[in-house]
């Protein structure tokens, strides 16, 4: 046998966009069949949500464009007009996750199906959608960053792009859009970075952020808050400036030292071991491998995070009658764990967000591939993240590997999800 020589760079797979493409087929392949005639989706798990068709509507939209497969768009079209016809039963039943899905499948539609005989139809049913909807949580007093304000914000972001305008003096697309949309930019340019700015831990010589909802920061929440930010910060371009890129990526390096052996991320607080969460790490991470200023070693860690949470997600949720387990139990235990789920917490609202994630990262550019490496679960050492009712401590001891939070939740004392 010759001797042993590396493979450039350039010649590697991208395993990580590879495996988001796979398994964003494999998780929409069962929606079609469970769809009715309505638009509205079939969901044996929690009730029904304010905003599972519209973001499973719109995912599977984009799969079905990436892969030409015309049912799955057929099928997300349908969805997305149930979510936004306001003779529909869904009318009245909105979210700011609804209005981000819809804001983003609009420009989507509008770049991919301009000629599309059934979007041209449902063009003027989102277009009114899109007219009537006003801020909910973005404010000037937000002191405590939440999801929901990304969230918001991206919201925003999209609305924007679509060109739609209101005269409706308090909608988003109102008289007052130029103002609403300089204050989304400034709070992802700049708020995001000051809300967190005292919490920045340094450990092992690198800064790091755990970027979620305060004061108790749940992992799962970490994960769908910096994807959705990643999301932001990317249509942004340039004009997201730098402290943003910063705060993502010391978010990305907290969640190379938070991550289990076995990808595991979202192993505390609400909304545990979330198959959204992964995926939202996942998205993040990649992201941020990309940034100005990510050394070598760090964009080799943020890719290990990357493809040890999608081979996690392919491992422990994909599969089943809906395309995916959202929470593992529900692979062995599914009756039992059904009816611990609560309202909303169905296959298609919580498929549907890790597919939207998922989705970014196929529709993304291919990058060269990255040796693997490892995480600082898979060595020996110990991390300590966070502080206050949110420090966690990590610990690799030979073959074990452990996590300790410090402190029960202030707000939620008793819930053993924060234990």
Do not use: C
């Amino acid at each position: 046998m010759g001797a042993w020589t590396a493979v450039p760079a350039a010649a590697r797979t991208d395993h990580v966009r590879q495996l988001a493409r796979s398994l964003a087929r494999q998780i929409a392949a069962p929606w079609p069949e469970r769809q009715y005639s309505n638009g509205r989706f079939w969901d044996e798990v929690g009730e029904h949500s304010a905003y599972g068709e519209a973001v499973l509507g719109y995912a599977l939209v984009d799969v079905g464009v990436r892969e030409h497969d015309r049912r799955l768009v057929r099928t997300g079209l349908k969805a997305m007009r149930f979510a936004t016809d306001r003779t529909s039963p869904q009318h009245g039943l909105t979210s700011v996750f609804q209005n981000m899905a819809v804001g983003l499948f609009y420009n989507l539609a509008q770049r991919r199906l301009a000629h599309d005989e059934q979007w041209g139809r449902i063009r003027p049913v989102v277009q009114h959608y899109i007219r009537r909807q006003v801020l909910v949580h973005l404010r000037d007093s937000n002191e405590l960053f939440s999801n929901k304000l990304v969230i918001e914000a991206l919201e925003v972001l999209s609305f924007r792009s679509s060109g739609i305008t209101s005269s409706r003096s308090d909608a988003i697309v109102g008289p007052s859009r130029d103002r609403i949309y300089r204050f989304a930019v400034g709070f992802l340019r700049s708020g995001v970075p000051r809300l967190f700015a005292g919490d920045v831990r340094r450990v092992g010589g690198d800064n790091t952020l755990l970027l979620s909802d305060r004061p108790d920061d749940p992992l799962a929440y970490m994960g769908l808050a910096s994807g959705l930010y990643a999301r932001a910060i990317e249509r942004l371009g340039a004009d997201a400036g730098g402290d943003s890129r910063v705060a993502l990526r010391r978010s990305a390096e907290a969640a190379w030292r938070l991550m289990a052996p076995d990808g595991d991320v979202a192993w505390s607080g609400r909304q545990l071991e979330q198959a959204w969460g992964l995926a939202g790490f996942a998205y993040a991470a990649r992201a941020a491998e990309t940034y100005g200023g990510t050394s070598a070693i760090r964009a080799r860690r943020y890719d290990g995070v990357a493809r040890r949470a999608l081979e996690r997600l392919r491992d422990v949720h994909v599969g089943g009658r809906a395309g995916i387990f959202t929470v593992p139990a529900q692979r062995s235990e599914f009756e039992r764990s059904r009816l611990a789920g609560g309202e909303g917490d169905g296959f298609a609202p919580y498929g549907g967000l890790a597919l939207m994630f998922l989705d970014m990262i196929a529709d993304g550019r291919a990058r060269p591939g990255q040796d693997q490496a490892p995480l600082r679960s898979d060595d020996g050492g110990a991390s300590v993240l966070g502080d206050g009712q949110s420090l966690y401590a990590t610990q690799r001891i030979g073959d074990l590997w452990m996590a300790v939070r410090g402190r029960n939740s202030v707000t939620r004392g008793d819930d053993l999800r924060y234990d």
